[in-house]
């Protein structure tokens, strides 16, 4: 006959091998709403040409979140691809882009895309826009599915191979876990350069050594700019050069910027009108660009951008260098 304390033993192990077994099923439920299920993390690095830098996270807003409805993949020098769903409302939300983007027509060609660049694109939603350089969008159904490639070096070729993936996989979403995603996120987003006043970039004795002459007041700015003035040696005519600075989502904002730029700069050259834009890299930077509009350069998702008209390129890369060394 078993004693009575035995089966006291053997109901609480009952108890905790069912505790436990109900916990693998929760943790390999499907959350049928979470972005980071429709593409895997394996597609991603195909597309960036290099691992994440940590698994993807679900965001809000460009804050790590929980329950957000963008899932986010980061590489190095906080490159990113970001695929954010809309469940219930995408096709208002893509009509709203029929003024920009390029449309298929549902009726006919149903499933194929005809990019900006008259690329044709072929997937299985039922209705894409393309937006701008940078921005995929594809609904299937209810559902928008949209693939921001602007913080990464991919085309809107591959964002619409990514958005493909997506949609087909909006009813059955991939098993993810992600329980320490946010968590390992917003200790990467700590690592992120310092928010600063944009006038510690660039002293006042380093922007009168790029210049060449003595500034005429103290350099006067916030986080975002810094203002500088000078006399050229030999005049009465004061110059002022402004150095802008994009603490986060900086490569975003220079990718979406320099592409409304060119095509800016392809209707004069259509003119018949000079237009030379400089694209690259640069020593210490992570992107680098300069065109009649100014100079502007990226590096660690920083933004660092001199407005010229043309004029004084040669002095705001100096700014622009200068300040890139102390991020």
């Not at 109900?22 to 959350?31: E, G, I, K, R």
């Not at 110059?239 to 220079?254: C, F, I, K, N």
């Not at 004069?268 to 502007?296: C, K, M, N, R």
Request: aromatic share 6%; charged share 20%.
């Amino acid at each position: 006959m078993r004693h009575p304390l035995h089966l006291v033993f053997l109901a609480a192990a009952c108890v905790i091998s069912l505790f436990f077994a109900t916990s693998t099923v929760q943790a390999q439920t499907v959350d049928p709403h979470n972005p980071c299920g429709l593409v895997s993390e394996a597609e991603i690095v195909a597309v960036l040409g290099e691992p994440l830098v940590g698994p993807a996270f679900r965001e809000n807003n460009g804050t790590p979140d929980a329950e957000g409805d963008t899932c986010r993949y980061e590489a190095s020098k906080y490159r990113s691809i970001a695929v954010t769903v809309n469940w219930e409302d995408g096709g208002l939300k893509l009509r709203l882009l029929g003024v920009v983007g390029s449309a298929i027509d549902q009726s006919a060609l149903k499933g194929v895309l005809t990019l900006s660049d008259n690329t044709e694109v072929t997937g299985g939603w039922d209705a894409a826009k393309d937006f701008l350089c940078c921005e995929f969008n594809a609904q299937k159904g209810k559902a928008l599915v949209v693939i921001d490639i602007s913080s990464s070096g991919a085309s809107l070729q591959q964002a619409a191979s990514l958005a493909d993936l997506a949609v087909k996989r909006l009813d059955a979403p991939l098993p993810t876990d992600n329980a320490n995603a946010v968590a390992l996120a917003v200790a990467r987003a700590k690592a992120r350069p310092v928010i600063v006043s944009a006038c510690t970039l660039v002293g006042r004795a380093e922007a009168e050594a790029i210049v060449g002459a003595p500034l005429t007041a103290e350099p006067a700015g916030d986080d975002s700019s810094c203002r500088y003035a000078w006399k050229a040696t030999g005049t009465d005519y004061e110059q002022e050069l402004t150095l802008a600075v994009t603490w986060r989502g900086g490569l975003s904002e220079m990718r979406q910027t320099q592409a409304a730029i060119g095509n800016g700069l392809s209707f004069l050259t259509a003119q018949g009108l000079p237009a030379d834009q400089q694209q690259g890299t640069g020593t210490g930077l992570d992107e680098y660009a300069e065109s009649i509009v100014g100079v502007a350069a990226v590096h660690n998702d920083v933004l660092l951008s001199v407005e010229t008209g043309g004029i004084n390129n040669d002095l705001a890369k100096g700014f622009v260098l200068a300040a890139s060394k102390r991020l």
